[in-house]
């Protein structure tokens, strides 16, 4: 069973990830906590699956809550 976003990221470094991560786009977190431990973070990439990436790669993104359920209603 997979676990629901919780979270928005933005992409601010896709090197070495080209196809699988665009720079500037909003991605979705799952919860992980064994991987924030090893700083890295589980995002549901363009191929629509969840993967591992480095912390560094994004900033986590604060939304209105209108806007954030708007964003998670049409992933």
Known sequence: MTAEPMDL?????NSGCEAALERRKLYALLPDVE???RVLLRVIDESGEDYLYPAGMFYKVELPVAVRQAVFRTA
């Open 9 to 13: 990221v933005v992409c601010v470094d």
């Open 35 to 37: 991987a924030e431990t």
